[in-house]
């Protein structure tokens, strides 16, 4: 999880702001205009978007509003330099679904970006348990039988993917498409490497395997040793 589409058009705040989440785990994905941003929302599916207000082209409000006329329904998180209420009252009428004022400190944009993706989850938990291993999603902490898990931002990104969707099939498409942003090379053998860590961490020394493969399919987390 997950895969953050950032719509700014200044160069250095949007890589600053793409560096930021990538540390967090996200995938991040830059548009510098209002047209690239609909261009990559029809090429990929987002889960959550930043979008400054004040851009080239067609504004903030209108791609906002674009959005959800073509039918995308990830929350949409508003930039702006303006801290006018009827600034805030547009954005949310084009679709937005919060509203943050520049300038802002990264920690107050990611407060706002977690409760939009709880919001979207709803109902949402705070933790999610398959079999003995517990994954704390506010903390973003691991741990299984009691014993807590190190893992790096990318590789939490993989198991809490799968978790999310524990006893499902996840395929490897699926897991380069929410874990990485548009520079992943389809071609290279980066999952397969992030499953094996994962699997390292987690599973080794265990009887109970939690994290299974399909050959030619994909993944999925799962207690049931039968799946």
Request: aromatic share 8%; glycine share 6%; charged share 35%.
């Amino acid at each position: 999880m997950l895969r953050i589409l950032i719509v700014e058009d200044e160069p250095q705040a949007a890589d600053m702001l793409a560096m930021g989440l990538r540390e967090q785990g996200y995938a991040a994905d830059v548009a510098g205009d209002g047209a690239r941003a609909l261009e990559l929302a029809r090429a990929a599916h987002y889960d959550l978007v930043i979008l400054d207000v004040i851009l080239p082209g067609k504004d903030g409000f209108t791609v906002c509003r674009e959005l959800r006329h073509f039918g995308h329904d990830m929350p949409i998180l508003m930039l702006t330099a303006r801290d006018a209420v009827h600034d805030r009252v547009e954005g949310i009428n084009h679709g937005a679904d919060d509203y943050i004022v520049k300038p802002f400190e990264y920690r107050e944009l990611l407060a706002h970006i977690r409760a939009l993706l709880r919001r979207r989850d709803a109902p949402y938990h705070e933790e999610i348990r398959v079999g003995d291993l517990r994954i704390d999603l506010l903390a973003r902490k691991v741990e299984r039988a009691g014993r807590p898990i190190d893992l790096s931002p990318k590789e939490y990104s993989f198991l809490e993917y799968m978790a999310l969707r524990a006893g499902e099939l996840v395929t490897r498409d699926d897991l380069s498409e929410h874990v990485w942003d548009e520079d992943y090379n389809a071609f290279s053998n980066l999952v397969e490497v992030y499953i094996l860590r994962l699997r390292r961490k987690i599973d080794t020394g265990r009887p109970l395997k939690l994290i299974r493969t399909r050959r030619g399919e994909g993944y999925m987390l799962s207690a049931d040793p039968r799946a």
